[in-house]
């Protein structure tokens, strides 16, 4: 007898982009298609070190099983880091996620009902949509340009979807690249006042800046808006600039979802791993994340620079995108000039054959599609590997 699946597996599909890893197999293939880090950058020496403190100063908390809402001192390595980046939260106004990406989860878990409208940037993260569609949510794409989310159209799409949440990743997002500008920054969180809306802030890549700091996240900004703060929910991760393995994130939230969002990851995975969550304790509590997010914001900058020059040079008026000034991608489009190709998906398969990967732009919407849209990844491929990449994609196209 067949399987009866569930019909909320009708709405979803599996991941363009983990699909698109199986082709990259092929020897000598140079990827821009991930949205790694580079292991290079991860700090062995600090991380062996945390390890090694965290099993011998309390090898039980390590070691055993934990609070659902998190260890409690790496709850307040994070409010103390949350700190430096201006915003005040005590350690039990967050609680610890297995990556952020279990925070979007959770949001999906308590927030959603089968129908309910919720709005996503125009293009987003892959992995929300899938997620929120699982949850049975009816996803409205808000337009996006270099400075983020165009605040006029998400207040007309606000106004009239009266949706149950807003989720943005204002700063270097995924895939767009793009930084969302202070001014806008300050009109969302008017208009979640304006509108009694719940504005989920995702911002794992906010500390990956190459020169200039972004503006304060949103979170830190609510503290000039009246009654903003109440309507906000933060996730944050340690994957872009610790370790992905340790998938350590975290929730800032409304005391009330954060109590509905711990209720249901007792029901998932009981609590985020111990080990994992006492070693970021002791890697933060050493004073180590300076040090390492100079070096890293150093060698992307760097890589980010050096992709850019060579995509104008090979690519010429073929492609155009915005300089990122941060995170780990370019988000790009076919423009057809001189008879190109301006349809990212075959180009996607020329640039396979010609030993380059990269993640056409379509599957980053949730509705109508930018199809000449392409997002370029710079993180795991060092100087040589970059000019050598785009190279080759100048000749598949």
């Given at each position: ?34 949205g790694f880090p580079d292991s290079a950058m991860f700090d062995v020496q600090g991380i ?126 995924n895939p767009s690249g793009a930084l969302l500008s202070l001014a806008r920054r300050q ?155 301006a349809d990212a998906a075959d180009f996607a398969k020329k640039a396979i054959a010609q ?43």
């Open positions: 007898m067949p399987l009866q699946f569930a019909d909320r597996l009708n709405n979803v599909e599996t991941s363009a982009i983990r699909e698109l890893f199986k082709l990259l197999g092929k020897p000598g293939i140079i990827s821009f298609a991930g062996q070190e945390a390890v090694n403190l965290a099993l011998s100063e309390e090898p039980g908390g390590a070691l055993q099983y934990g609070a659902t809402e998190g260890y409690n001192p790496l709850r307040e390595q994070l409010a103390a880091f949350m700190a430096s980046k201006g915003v005040e939260v005590a350690p039990d106004g967050l609680i610890v996620t297995t990556g952020s990406q279990q925070g979007l989860d959770l949001l999906g878990k308590t927030m959603i009902s089968p129908g309910d409208k919720v709005i996503v940037e125009g293009p987003t993260f892959l992995a929300t949509i899938q997620c929120f569609r699982l949850y049975g949510a009816d996803i409205i794409s808000a337009p996006i340009d270099a400075q983020g989310v165009q605040t006029d159209a998400l207040e007309r799409l606000i106004a009239e979807h009266k949706p149950k949440f807003v989720y943005l990743i204002p700063t270097f997002g009109k969302i969180l008017e208009l979640a006042v304006k509108y009694q809306t719940l504005v989920v802030e995702d911002d794992p890549y906010g500390d990956l800046y190459f020169d200039q700091p972004p503006p304060p996240s949103l979170l830190a900004l609510s503290a000039d808006v009246p009654g903003s703060r109440e309507l906000l929910a933060y996730c944050g991760s340690m994957s872009k600039v610790l370790s992905p393995g340790l998938r350590v994130g975290w929730m800032i939230a409304p005391a009330e979802l954060l109590a509905k969002a711990t209720m249901c990851k007792q029901f998932s995975d009981a609590h985020t791993s111990t080990f994992a969550q006492a070693t970021a304790a002791q890697y933060l509590k050493a004073g180590r994340m300076p040090a390492t997010l100079a070096r890293v914001r150093t060698v992307y900058a760097e890589r980010a620079a050096a992709m850019g020059a060579a995509l104008k040079r090979e690519l010429g008026d073929a492609i155009e995108f915005t300089q990122p000034e941060g995170g780990l991608f370019f988000w790009a489009r076919l423009t057809g000039a001189g008879g190109k190709s030993g380059v990967a990269f993640v056409p732009g379509a599957p980053f919407y949730a509705r109508d599609p930018d199809l000449a849209s392409l997002r370029l990844s710079f993180a795991t491929a060092d100087l040589a590997k970059i000019e050598e990449g785009v190279g080759r994609l100048g000749k598949a196209l």
